[in-house]
């Protein structure tokens, strides 16, 4: 007789990123009873369809009860609030963990709301769509990609490795790393990025031919582009979460974008091909 | 007896551009002999051998010899010395038109180096791949996709008609606008996002931990960096002769991106989602 990795996960927040982790983990068979958590009953009621969830509840506090881990996949916005709602209900052995996009503001959330801080385990699972809700959740998202966990010197070494071991088995690689790190190399690759479409769309937006604009647009445009259609509400609050890495992350593209402008304007060709090429290089060693 | 549209065609540059129109017009048997010039026989081979070319030559100046139309697709840089070089050799009944990604200075190497600048018809199809070469090009990439002409007050309506015909016969929806506007237009939705994904690629390049940095950048990261893949050499040339739409076009994103900045500074949330909620609304509406 085998027994569960966890006997009962308690889901809260039932998006794209919560229905894909339950899918997996019922999928690996190594899951019990997932009770699900969320605002809205008509999603919920979706992922119970799906087969991500057993049973929902609209009640943080009674989702978390006798729940062996307690996975936070709500916006970065909501963390702190939910943290404080499920505090009182949480058993001294149950593990805490979360999806969230940046890790030091969440980390001095959970220390203020927390009894048991020390079986709290930051985490992120570097996955997603640009799409929402538990339609959107699929077994596979996390196969093959990076889980980051961002333990503190507080965390038991036995609750991270129990994580380590759920998003193993939902398909993941598991890597730990400092919060502070982990946010500095997130604003790099992903919130920057973010801020870049988001910039450059709502730029052309308000330009008096938007419709003409677009209508030139060819496929590298779309591809650029396609991470502006990301959820606005979940954007604010990562921004609003990693704010000092984020801006100098923004802090130093600006810069460099700035050296481009005076290149271009200089008819600087020597700079401007070794920035490409450079830039060409790197992409093509990483990204193919 | 059907007459042919084009009885002899000259290529000037058989990469994935000018390779695809004559691959697209020999489908179309619109093409009588498709001359092909470029400086790498090796590549002029390629060409030959996928039925894109009938002969070839190194010589652009005996390529374009008893051609009914000229079609240039070298990068912007090389345009300019080509149109002298084949200037002589022209009949005056050739029609000379190009592929160039900005329109305002061809035009004026055009004026300058042709006797027959009536029959220079200035175009630019919005179709592309990261790829180049010959072996790079397909009979179908201008398939419903938008070419853009931008005949000046002197061209000839015969000369652009003709041209029409030939991108129609490729697939293409064509249509007509002013050099500079397209030139705005373009900066806008190409040269702009280039330039941005170069400079990040190439910010991120220069950071010590590069290879930590790429190693957790997910998939919304290789879409937003994909054109940062481009070719160098034709990227600079664009910057060189797009100058001013492209500088307008930075310094009023640079202006945006600060307000994005200044933003997430003041942790100004509502700014930030109406930012991020406009510009999802926007790219939704036309990119989907």
Known sequence: ???????????????????????????????????????????????????????????????????????????????????????PALSETSIVTDGGSSKTSIIQEAEQALRHFNRFVPGHPIAGTE????????????????????????TDSSATEWVTKMWQAAGATVETMSAEHHDQVLAATSHLPHMLAFGLVDSLARMDDVDEIFRYAAGGFRDFTRIA??????????????????????QRYVKDVRDIYKAVDEADGDTLLEIFQRAKTTRDKFCN
């Open 1 to 87: 007789m085998s027994e569960l990795l966890i006997p009962r996960l308690a889901i809260i927040g039932v998006g794209s990123i919560g229905t894909s982790l339950a899918l997996a983990l019922k999928k690996a068979q190594v899951v019990g009873e997932v009770v699900g958590c969320g605002r809205s009953q008509d999603n919920l009621e979706v992922a119970q369809q799906r087969g991500a969830i057993d049973r929902y509840t609209l009640d943080a506090s009674e989702a978390v009860q006798g729940a062996d881990v307690v996975f936070l996949a709500v916006p970065m916005g909501s963390m702190g609030a939910i943290l404080k709602q499920i505090a």
């Open 131 to 154: 799409r929402s809700g538990a339609e959107a959740g699929i077994s596979d998202l996390y196969q093959d990609r990076r889980v980051l966990l961002t333990p503190t010197p507080s």
């Open 229 to 250: 259609s990301s959820d606005p509400v979940m954007w604010r609050d990562i921004c609003l979460n990693n704010r000092d890495a984020l801006l100098d992350a923004m």
